[in-house]
């Protein structure tokens, strides 16, 4: 039998309300004296919007990757490329009403050119099933991202979208586990293999996305010449220090291991060196 999602606060997975839109969230009302000196929040908030801004990219690519299986490249450009793109959005105008002076447009465009040279199909898993497993991999990632931003700030607004986005990002992994499973009953993939393919999305999430995100956030921030600018790897270090301290990494294993639908008892056995890989990938 199927054990449920750990995660009890989930939706179910047939959409029964309407998904949230942006002019349901009240930009008008952020206190933005409780967040404008915070430095952490600022990179972690626009970072996020940049990657988030830029899932079309991705979208493209992951499309072409299923086109031998249309209910799942239906769902990419109906359901999740909307849904990404619109946590860019939010995201952005969040960051755009709190830190006006950020040249949000020009950094995104500077990072965008760059990124999207990075986003490409030899990028996916060869196998399909892997790259759903893969998939989730990513969106374990999002969720847990979300949960410790709601979880990192007090501002009422940035707490209500964070949920929101978290959500969504849960609903998109049951879609891709989902759809793992549909594939996988034809494929029978080994247990090595998915973790295989689990260990090297997981190493890769250091390296990819957000760090190249970053770096253009830090670009952006500071005047090139200012004297108290603090160099980028610090940055880095004291971000990961810090999502890292918070992530909720049972939980995150728990997603993470879900695909390799292990006996409980194994389970137990392989759960431990997993969160000391997914620790090291986030304090290193
Ligand atoms: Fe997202
Ligand atoms: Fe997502």
Redesign the pocket.
Known sequence: MERSLPLAQAHSSARETPHWTLDWIDFSRIQIEAVHDNDDLFYLLVSASFV?SG?HTYTRNLVAHFDTQPQIADWLQSQ?EP??LQ?GRALRTYVQTVWPEFDWQTAYAAFFADYSRLCTVEELEDDRALELVARCV??TG??TYYQTLRDLTAEPVLKDLAERIRI??V???KHFYRYFRQLNAERGLSRARIFGALKRRLNELRTSDSDIALRYVWAFRHAPNEADDVPFEQVCQRLYRRVGALLPMEQAVKMLLKPLALPHRMEHVIERPLARIARKVMAA
């Open positions: 988030e899932s999740w849904e990404e946590h990513v969106e999002t969720a969504d990002e609903q998109h992994y």
